[in-house]
């Protein structure tokens, strides 16, 4: 009996505890990044390149079709035509587009300055364009729509902070930004179940996302060892993730290719 | 026994200090008015929130300047968003609700008057009614909070149905912090109604002076007791409800909460909770709360219509028992509300019947109050016109419950807008003339000043026509099918009602402003108005036996005695047409 | 003021029982095999109302009228009620209630106690944040399993079937517009995805709350072809005044062709 009532005693402490963190979680928001301390200068002369391409082996997906009749402004922006689902896409020569690559590792002793020019993301017949993209910590990102109807952004983020906020046709464009580095971000829109985006937030500029070809390329990276990875939404609700080790001479181009199969 | 109680111990002398007499007062009457300004002020917040909301429905790209200010990302340039609509529907809802309708008939009016009218010094427990009142300050304040958190005031509605409600910021914005702090305030305000049922149900039954026997209870001492008694068994379920619905929030239980939820693209980590648990614990309060706002609207008109009318009320016994057995039904239909929700379809036979036979007491009260007009001298005072309205707006309000109470029309009104009319004018409207009639009444006794008159009857016809104009087209477009809860119209057959809607705002925005007429009216009267004598109305129950306003301990230190039925109005062979309750002569009819 | 109150209500009266009666607005054309039963009782409903609504307002109105303070010194009827009158009008109030509702009862039991003909054709409907899909089962007449873990909606497995391991899954045909064919029973197997949900559709007279946790069956037989709006009356979220789909009754012959496009493009 005792037990019992000391078992409920620690629940009805427990909750108090855990509204107060919540109160604090969700008040508490980072929106600058630290100065990095006693940054490494970059010397322009020496910068190399990282290539390459992104290769896909196994059978192509099929792809379904995304049914829009939800929402006719959607379904008349594309005219009849049969949009179909993005991730699993592969190009005509075997290669992967949508492919997130960038430094995971070896950039750190560097400092960058956060570009002043912001990323756009547009919603344009109901779909994200890009729908695959790099942004840096800090760094804007403007939301812009093409579209006559309600949208809605939602990231969900695990290391920064989740919000959801809608935006009217006509609306003025949302500018966020994220706080900490994260790869990758899913972002939905809770108007258009289908609406799919992946945004990854680096705290370098080196990144880059494959085309229609499959290649990729990584400018002006200082001599040094670096880890690269890649990111294909392929395989699975969190994509999938390969990573390679590179050395880069003064003024030296590697290549570095990749191959993801189908799981 | 209908005794004075000496072993009731007060406090006999006035405070003198201001904080001690105005904030933290013991007086039955400084609480009843903390209280009735507590609803003055959410009836203004709610009705500023549902102006937006009209304008929202009819001018979507309206830019409703400052309101950016108040939430950047709720009203990105002053546009509103969809979550913000529903932000402002969740709090317009539960502030009324709460806050107004709950507060000002009960709290408010209940507490300055029943001590008063029953011949009590005080309640029973003065203590507790300040703490409940506090309670339900502080329940005020962190549900007015929300609308400063980061992703804004909740979106699940007045009944904050979980999953919705329950499984976190995935739903949606506003389900983060801000539907907590929702949960939190209802809980905190099912304690403070708590605490005041208590004291009203011990006040009623222990306080009574010598003579008023139960049978001799004005009306409206009825009417608040059986809402005590509804309020006490009502708000300890909804308490309950709250509480595990917080818990499902922030400790990771799963009492609403069923298994395999995929929200947002994540899985949530629950199984095994009901939705439907919480909808049966939501409305077994919810249905109960609704009397509990109506009922003493329903006292106060007979207290009224009786006084006006000049004649005794039509069939006393009768409007108490028909209170009691409105109570007592209650509880026995809250499954109206849940006909389409999945539950067992055979359960909906008996909530159906008890529904309808609910009916019947209400017809009754009807009946009755126009029995009291009948053979009456009608005098159109501002109180008078308020009570007449209410019982117009209570038959038109209670003949589409007629409707709603059967499970097989409700597949085509359920979540309609003639549901929205439906409780808008019974529980809403109907229950807000019953305050205004409440105020225009009993303001001379509470502040020592008459009211206006003259503005008093602008308010009520600009008013009573303007709420039926708001309301009555609310009942046409939804038997067409009009849903509730939408923030704007794309459905194909929900745009040609726009008009209708436009006509709507219109009228909401005409009603709500002659609202300043009556603001102004009771801020002015307060200082301005012309001095109140004891009996302004010539009035026969205990509160006009007392000086207006009455002093301290109400009755300076004397029991009164009580002879006579509350409603001797008219009585044949007096001077005077009235006898007052106290009054020693006798009356031949007298039971 | 009496007179005033006798205009107002006369006018609020009639203006209310005109729109009512010339059904300016008016629940459309059903097309349901249930429909015509409930518009009868909802007809019925409002005739009774309609009555005690005019005698009531009107009665209210005259007496404000009548027995309005004329100053004229006329003594009031000093009277404390009658309690044959009580009861008269206690027994008429449960008589008329009590009675209108358990003459549709059968109305109810028909949409709920009666279960599907076993031949119905059985449409799963999912709702979600903020839409609906319909899974048919396919040539095999079977549903796949559902596997929460498969769930994408960037995908487009608003489901979680498995059609990769599952037999009966690989001919499961998702859609995103509910085809019915007309005269031919069908039955819906209600679920939701995330939050609750309802599924409305005015001309059938259909509408049953999706309820997350538990499957919930109804179902209606369409007797015209066309396109119908269906509709969510369950607040669900921010996109609940989209939530919508449509209900595409069609031809037996019809609705087989368009099962094999719908078939086509999985």
Known sequence: MNKQRFLWLCTLVAVFLIVGCNKKESTTEETTTPAEQQATPIDQATVGEVTGKVAFSGDKPKLAVIHMDQDPVCVQKHQGEAVHVEDGEVNENGTLPNVFVYVKEGAEKYSFATPSEPVTLDQNGCMYKPHVFGIMVGQDLHIISSDPTTHNIHPMPKDNREWNESQPPGAAPLDKKFARSEVMIPVKCNQHPWMRAYIGVTKNPFYSVTGSDGTFSIKGLPPGDYTIEAWTAIGGPNGQTQDQKVTIGPKETKSVDFAFKAS | ?591 | ?266
């Open chain 3, 1 to 266: 003021m009496g007179l005033a109150f006798f205009v107002v209500l006369v006018l609020i009266t009639a203006v209310s029982v005109y729109i009512f009666g010339a059904h300016i607005w008016w629940p459309p054309h059903a097309i349901s095999t249930i429909g015509p039963s409930v518009d009868h009782q909802f007809n019925l409903t409002l005739i009774l109302t309609g009555i005690i609504f005019v005698c009531a307002q009107l009665g209210l109105g005259y007496f404000a009228w009548k027995y309005r303070d004329r100053k004229d010194g006329r003594k009031v009827i000093y009277s404390h009620g009658n309690n044959k009158l009580e009861a008269g009008w206690t027994i008429a109030a449960a008589v008329v209630f009590i009675g209108l509702n358990l003459i549709g009862f059968q109305i109810w039991a028909k949409m709920y106690f009666t279960p599907a003909p076993p031949d119905a054709l059985q449409i799963q409907v999912q709702g979600q944040q903020f839409a609906y899909y319909f899974r048919y089962p396919g040539p095999d007449g079977k549903f796949g399993p559902t596997h929460v873990e498969k769930v994408d909606d960037a995908t487009g497995n608003f489901f979680g079937l498995d059609r990769d391991h599952d037999q009966d899954s690989k001919d499961d045909i998702v859609t995103a517009t509910l085809g019915v064919p007309v005269n031919r029973p069908v039955e819906l197997i209600l679920r939701s995805k995330d939050v609750g949900h309802s599924f409305f559709v005015r001309e059938l007279r259909i509408h049953q709350d999706l309820v997350p946790g538990i499957e919930i069956p109804i179902h209606f037989t369409a007797t015209e072809t066309g396109r119908f709006e269906i509709v969510c009356t369950q607040l669900c979220g921010l996109g609940h005044y989209k939530m919508r789909a449509f209900l595409q009754v069609m031809t037996e012959e019809d609705y087989q062709k368009w099962l094999q496009s719908q078939m086509a493009a999985q």
């Open chain 2, 1 to 591: 026994m209908p005794e004075a109680h000496a072993e009731t111990a007060h406090q006999h002398h006035a405070p003198t200090k201001f904080i001690w007499k105005y904030i933290f007062s013991l007086d039955h009457k400084v609480i009843g008015k903390q209280y009735y300004f507590l609803a003055l002020f959410s009836v203004v917040v709610g009705m500023i929130l549902s102006w937006l909301m009209r304008i929202h429905l009819v001018w979507p790209n309206a830019k409703l300047y400052g309101l950016d200010l108040l939430s950047p990302a709720g009203a990105p340039g002053g546009v509103m968003t969809p979550e913000y609509y529903l932000s402002l529907m969740t709090l317009h809802g539960t502030i009324m609700i709460f806050f107004v309708l709950t507060t000002a008939p009960q709290s408010g009016f209940g507490n300055y008057f029943l001590p008063i009218q029953i011949g009590a010094e005080d309640m029973a427990f003065p203590r507790l009614n300040m703490l409940s009142f506090w309670t339900t300050f502080v329940a005020l304040m962190v549900l007015l909070s929300t609308f400063f958190v980061t992703d804004g005031p909740p979106i699940s509605g007045w009944t904050g149905y979980p999953p919705l409600s329950a499984v976190g910021s995935s739903a949606g914005p506003g389900e983060g912090l801000g539907q907590t702090l929702w949960v939190i305030s209802i809980a905190i305000f099912c304690i403070g109604s708590l605490l005041g049922a208590l004291n009203f149900i011990a006040t009623t039954l222990d306080l009574r002076t010598k003579g008023m026997k139960l049978m001799r209870l004005p009306l409206t001492c009825w009417a608040w007791f059986v809402t005590a008694v509804l309020g006490l068994l009502s708000f300890a379920v909804l308490f309950g409800a709250c509480a595990l619905l917080l818990l499902d929030r922030v400790g990771g239980t799963s009492f609403f909460i069923p298994g395999g939820l995929i929200v947002s693209d994540k899985i949530m980590p629950h199984s095994g909770g009901s939705p439907l648990l919480y909808q049966h614990l939501f409305w077994f309060f919810g249905h109960p709360e609704v009397y509990i706002a109506i009922l003493p609207g329903m006292g106060v008109t007979s207290h009224i219509i009786s006084c006006f009318a000049r004649k005794p009320i039509f069939g006393y016994r009768a409007m108490a028992y028909s209170l009691m057995a409105i109570g007592f039904l209650s509880f026995t239909v809250w499954g109206h509300h849940m006909f389409l929700s999945g539950m067992s379809p055979y359960s909906a036979f008996s909530f159906s019947l008890f529904t309808m036979a609910i009916g019947v007491p209400s017809a009754i009260k009807t009946f009755n109050w126009l029995g009291t007009l009948w053979g009456g001298k009608i005098r159109f005072t501002s109180a008078m016109l308020f009570s007449i309205g209410f019982v117009s707006l209570f038959v038109t309000g209670g003949l589409s419950g007629i409707f709603l109470a059967q499970p097989q029309l409700d597949p085509m009104l359920h979540a309609t807008y003639f549901v929205v009319a439906h409780f808008h004018m019974v529980m809403g409207v109907a229950a807000i003339f019953g305050m205004f009639a409440g105020t225009y009444f009993w303001f001379p006794k509470m502040f020592g000043r008459m009211m206006n008159e003259t503005w008093g009857k602008v308010h009520f016809w600009t008013t009573f026509i303007g709420v039926y104009c708001v309301f009555m087209p609310m009942h046409f477009i939804g038997v067409e099918g009009a849903i509730r809860r939408y923030s704007t119209w794309t459905d194909n057959y929900l745009i040609p009602m726009i008009p209708v809607h436009e006509f709507m705002t219109i009228a909401a925005l005409f009603t709500g402003a002659v609202q300043f007429i009556f603001l102004i009216n009771v801020f002015w009267s307060m200082f301005k108005g012309e001095k109140a004598t004891d009996n302004p109305w010539k009035g026969t129950s205990l509160e006009w036996t007392v000086p207006s306003p009455p002093p301290f301990d109400n009755f300076a230190g004397k029991h009164p005695v009580v002879y006579h039925g509350p409603y001797e109005y008219g009585v044949p062979g007096k001077d005077k047409d009235y006898v007052m309750q106290d009054s020693p002569e006798k009356i031949e009819d007298d039971e």
